[in-house]
C-alpha cells in the first residue's frame, strides 16, 4: 500500500487567530502539516506522513538543529494530559509569552484549542489582562521577580504558571511561591511534545525511568522522527525507551533532573558540574546576571570560566571565593568574560558553545 503523505506549511507572520485555524486543520487531518520555524528547504519542499501535524526544530548544546516531527495523536495526548493536570476546564484561557518556534509556545495554542479558547497573545504586550493559566521559562520569572511589575502582577493573577526550558534554581522557585505565583515546574522537550513531567510526577500516558543515570522516557506523547536525521532518531532509542542526555534520579517517585551530560565535566581529575557552579552562585549573588561554561585547557584538560554581566559590582575574586569555599578549589574559575548579554539558544537555555567561541576571540584580540 503506497504511504500516503500531505504538505508542510511553514508559518511565520500570521496573527494567533490565523495560526489556530491552520494548526486545527492540521491536528483534524484536513489541512497541511505546519511548522514554525526554520526548516531545510528539502523538508519544505517535500511531503510528510499524513499522521504528522506539526514540525519543530530544535537546537541542542552541540548546535547541530533538529527537526522533530508530531504526530497529531502526540501533540492532543499531551494537551490533554497538561489540562488535566492542571484541572483546567472548558473555557478557561491561556496567554502566550512564549515564541511559538519552540514547543513549549504551540503548546499553548493547543491546549486552547482542546479548552475552546483562544490565547491572549502577549509576547509583546505593555498590558496583561487577567487569563487562568501561562507558561514561562525561568528567566521570564526571574525578571517578574526583579522589577516588571505588570507581569508579576498577570502570574500571581493565574490559577498556574508553567515554568520550563531550562533549570529553575530553587531560590528563584522559593521566592515565586512566596510572592503568591502557583509555580508548576515542567521537565521534557520538543521530543516529548515539550513538557512531559510536572512538578517531578509524569503526565498520564508517560513513563519515566532512570538507567545508569540517565532519563528515559517512553509513552504517547513521544515524537515519531527527525525529519532531517531518521538515523539519529531509532539510535536515539533503547528498547523502546527514548534515551535523554538528561541525568536524573527518582527518589520517591519524583524526578529530579540532576542536569544534562554535557554540563559535568573533569579538570584535573576532578569532576566539575556547571549547574552545581550555577546553583551556588544563584544563592550567593541572586542578582548576577551570568553563565558557567568549560573550555580545553593545556594544564587542566578542562577548566571553569564564567561569563558575568558586565555591569555588575560583584568582583571576579569575591565569586572565586565563594566557589572555593563551597565546593572546593578545584572550582576556582580559570577566567571571566564580561560581557553585555548571555547569549542563549531555544528558550532560555544558555549558548555554552557561543560563550566558547567569545571567550577564544577575546582572547585573541588581547
Request: proline share 3%.
Amino acid at each position: 500500500m503506497e504511504k500516503r503523505t500531505k504538505e508542510l506549511r511553514s508559518l511565520r507572520v500570521e496573527s494567533v487567530h490565523t495560526v489556530m485555524d491552520y494548526l486545527a486543520r492540521a491536528l483534524s487531518g484536513v489541512g497541511p502539516a505546519v511548522t514554525f520555524g526554520p526548516v531545510s528547504d528539502q523538508t519544505l519542499s517535500s511531503t510528510v506522513s499524513e499522521a504528522i501535524a506539526i514540525v519543530v526544530t530544535t537546537t541542542g548544546s552541540t548546535g547541530r538543529q533538529k527537526e522533530v516531527a508530531l504526530e497529531a495523536s502526540s501533540i492532543l495526548a499531551s494537551a490533554r494530559a497538561s489540562n488535566e493536570f492542571l484541572n483546567a476546564h472548558f473555557g478557561d484561557t491561556w496567554s502566550l509569552l512564549l515564541p511559538l518556534t519552540h514547543i513549549a509556545g504551540v503548546n499553548v495554542l493547543v491546549r486552547s484549542l482542546e479548552l475552546g479558547t483562544t490565547p491572549i497573545d502577549l509576547r509583546n504586550a505593555i498590558e496583561y489582562p487577567k487569563v487562568n493559566f501561562t507558561a514561562i521559562v525561568p528567566t521570564q520569572l526571574f525578571r517578574a521577580l526583579n522589577g516588571d511589575s505588570l507581569l508579576l502582577a498577570h502570574l500571581q493573577g493565574c490559577k498556574a504558571v508553567l515554568v520550563g526550558g531550562s533549570t529553575l534554581t530553587p531560590q528563584v522557585k522559593a521566592q515565586a511561591i512566596e510572592a503568591g505565583i502557583e509555580i508548576v515546574t515542567t521537565y521534557g522537550m520538543s521530543e516529548t511534545c515539550g513538557g512531559c513531567v510536572y512538578e517531578g510526577t509524569p503526565l498520564r500516558g508517560v513513563e519515566i525511568q532512570i538507567r545508569d543515570g540517565y532519563i528515559k522516557v517512553k509513552g504517547k506523547t513521544l515524537a515519531s522522527t527527525y525529519l532531517n536525521d531518521e538515523t539519529a532518531w531509532f539510535d536515539a532509542f533503547d528498547d523502546g525507551w527514548f534515551v535523554t542526555h538528561d541525568l536524573g534520579v527518582i527518589e520517591n517517585n519524583l524526578l529530579t533532573v540532576l542536569g544534562r551530560d554535557d554540563e559535568v565535566f573533569i579538570s584535573g581529575g576532578e569532576n566539575i558540574s556547571l549547574s552545581a557552579v550555577e546553583e551556588v552562585i544563584t544563592q550567593n549573588y541572586p542578582s548576577l546576571i551570568f553563565a558557567a561554561f568549560a573550555m580545553e585547557d593545556a594544564e587542566w584538560g578542562s577548566a571553569l570560566h564564567l561569563a558575568i554581566d558586565a555591569s555588575s559590582s560583584v568582583s571576579p575574586d569575591e565569586i572565586s571565593s565563594t566557589l572555593v569555599q563551597t565546593l572546593g578549589s578545584h572550582t576556582k574559575p580559570k577566567d571571566f568574560l564580561r560581557i553585555k548579554e548571555i547569549p542563549l539558544v531555544g528558550i532560555g537555555k544558555v549558548d555554552r558553545q557561543a560563550l566558547i567561541e567569545l571567550a577564544i576571540r577575546e582572547k585573541g584580540n588581547s
